[in-house]
T-cell receptor, first 113, second 111 residues
Framework: KAGVTQTPRYLIKTRGQQVTLSCSPI?????VSWYQQTPGQGLQFLFE???????NKGNFPGRFSGRQFSNSRSEMNVSTLELGDSALYLC????????????FGPGTRLTVT | KQEVTQIPAALSVPEGENLVLNCSFT??????LQWFRQDPGKGLTSLLL?????REQTSGRLNASLDKSSGRSTLYIAASQPGDSATYLC??????????FGIGTKLQVIP
C-alpha cells in the first residue's frame, strides 16, 4: 500500500508570491492534517480535513488556507509569502478524524527568499 | 490549552544501553498518544499509538506506557543501536480537537 505522498518536495519562492502544496493520503484514508515545522517552534498544527470539510484549524493567519477534494487529496495554499513561512510542511493522513493513527508524508521544504 | 513537554531535549548514549524518553502533557482528557521518530530533514515515522484506555504498547525493542492521571508517557528503547539515532516526538490527540506535539528528544547512539 502506497504511503502519503507530497508534492513538490522542494520549493523556492520570493516574498509576496503564493504557493500551493499537494498531499495524497493513503488509499482509504479520509482525513488529512497539515503541519508546519520550524527549528524554533517545532511542529505546529495548521488544519485538519475530513470528507472535504475543515474539522479543525490552528492559530495561523488567513494567508494559510486549504481544501480537500472528493478523492481525499488535499491542497494547502499560502498567499503573500513572508520570510517566516520558510519551513518544512508536513501532511498526515488517517482513516477518520480524531482518534486514528496518523501517517506522515516526507514533507515539502519551502524556502522563501 | 494542551501543552506537551519532552525531557530531555537531547540524549547521547553508548550502543547497547537501555533508555527512557519522557513526555508529559497538561490536559489528561486525551483520546490517544502517539510516538514518532524523525530523521533529519525527513517526515515522521509512526512508532507506537496508545489509546486512552490502554496502559502500554510494545513493538520490537520499543515499549510505550501511558499514565493519563499523571499526564505522562514514557518510551523505553531496549538495547539501543546507532540506527536508533533520530529525534523522537510524542503527540497528544484530544479526540476531535487539534493534535499537540512536543518539541522532541534528539537521541544519539554512539557506536
Amino acid at each position: 500500500k502506497a504511503g502519503v505522498t507530497q508534492t513538490p518536495r522542494y520549493l523556492i519562492k520570493t516574498r509576496g508570491q503564493q504557493v500551493t502544496l499537494s498531499c495524497s493520503p493513503i488509499s482509504g484514508h479520509r482525513s488529512v492534517s497539515w503541519y508546519q515545522q520550524t527549528p524554533g517552534q517545532g511542529l505546529q498544527f495548521l488544519f485538519e480535513y475530513f470528507s472535504e470539510t475543515q474539522r479543525n484549524k490552528g492559530n495561523f493567519p488567513g494567508r494559510f488556507s486549504g481544501r480537500q477534494f472528493s478523492n481525499s487529496r488535499s491542497e494547502m495554499n499560502v498567499s503573500t509569502l513572508e520570510l517566516g513561512d520558510s519551513a518544512l510542511y508536513l501532511c498526515a493522513s488517517s482513516l477518520t478524524a480524531g482518534v486514528d493513527e496518523q501517517y506522515f508524508g516526507p514533507g515539502t521544504r519551502l524556502t522563501v527568499t | 490549552k494542551q501543552e506537551v513537554t519532552q525531557i530531555p531535549a537531547a540524549l547521547s548514549v553508548p550502543e547497547g544501553e537501555n533508555l527512557v524518553l519522557n513526555c508529559s502533557f497538561t490536559d489528561s482528557a486525551i483520546y490517544n498518544l502517539q510516538w514518532f521518530r524523525q530523521d533529519p530533514g525527513k517526515g515522521l515515522t509512526s512508532l507506537l499509538l496508545i489509546q486512552s484506555s490502554q496502559r502500554e504498547q510494545t513493538s520490537g525493542r520499543l515499549n510505550a506506557s501511558l499514565d493519563k492521571s499523571s499526564g505522562r508517557s514514557t518510551l523505553y528503547i531496549a538495547a539501543s543501536q546507532p540506527g536508533d539515532s533520530a529525534t523522537y516526538l510524542c503527540a497528544v490527540r484530544p479526540g476531535y480537537q487539534k493534535v499537540t506535539f512536543g518539541i522532541g528528544t534528539k537521541l544519539q547512539v554512539i557506536p
